[in-house]
């Protein structure tokens, strides 16, 4: 884009680590989701940091600070009409998972999950979405990763967790993907990640980044990144 982002106030970039989407390496950050805001701020002639925090709080600054920018957040009907949405980045889908070893434990449909114990985080959609289902048997922690530990040590039965992510953070923690398994898979969870601006944020500002969104997929660049990623994962 010809000109540079005009703000009186600095843009703060908020996420969480949620490989393959976020993540850190020695440092640096990278990952989908990141290379693609990555690419936009450069579309812009923009700079602003990008911090990782818990989600909770990463959650918290969008909902309440102005001029925080957040990605990879789940776009529901309960969040509508919180966040400015400036657009798709990334598909996800979510499951539910188990220890391979429980043969006992068998899902056909969502209704049979509820007489489990599931592992979900704070603030997170999936939360949101299986309190809204009239799951009651939730244990709620502050980490993605926490919950695979829990599932690892029979503390839960279930877990609901995007499917990519669940490969990275299972390798991440040194663990044997082998030793669990997918229970189902929760259609009404699956949809695509976006990128949204807290609501007290000028609206010229979100539409400067809506335009340097739309152009860089014009442009084939998202689509370039995605296949990165994804291809091949996710089935």
């Known amino acids: 884009m010809a000109e540079n982002v005009s703000s009186p106030d600095e843009v703060h970039i908020v996420t969480e680590d949620f490989p393959p989407y976020n993540y850190e390496i020695d440092g640096f950050k990278t990952g989908l989701s990141t290379e693609i805001i990555q ?3 450069k579309e812009l002639n923009a700079q602003a940091k990008i911090k990782t925090l818990p989600w909770p709080r990463a959650y918290r600054y969008a909902l309440n600070k102005k001029n925080h920018l957040i990605y990879s957040i789940a776009r529901i009907p309960e969040r509508e009409k919180l966040f400015h949405w400036v657009g798709e980045i990334a ?3 979510t499951s539910f998972y188990k220890l391979r070893t429980r043969t006992d434990l068998q899902i056909t449909r969502l209704e049979d999950a509820k007489k489990f114990v599931v592992g979900t985080s704070l603030e997170d959609v ?4 299986l309190e809204k289902e009239g799951f009651t048997r939730l244990e709620k922690v502050a980490f993605d990763k926490q919950n695979i530990r829990l599932l690892l040590y ?3 039965d279930l877990i609901a967790y995007d499917e990519v992510s669940f490969v990275y953070k299972v390798r991440q923690e040194g663990l044997s993907y082998s030793d669990f ?3 189902y898979r929760i259609d009404a969870l699956s949809d695509v990640l976006y990128v949204a601006f807290s609501l007290n944020t000028d609206e010229a500002l979100v539409n400067q980044y809506r335009q ?3 152009s860089i997929r014009q442009k084939g660049v998202i689509e370039q990144i995605q296949k990165k990623y994804l291809m091949g994962k996710g089935n």
């Open 39 to 41: 690419a936009l701020l």
């Open 91 to 93: 598909p996800y889908k």
């Open 126 to 129: 999936i939360t949101t979405f």
């Open 154 to 156: 029979g503390r839960v």
């Open 181 to 183: 398994e997918r229970a």
């Open 212 to 214: 340097g969104l739309a």
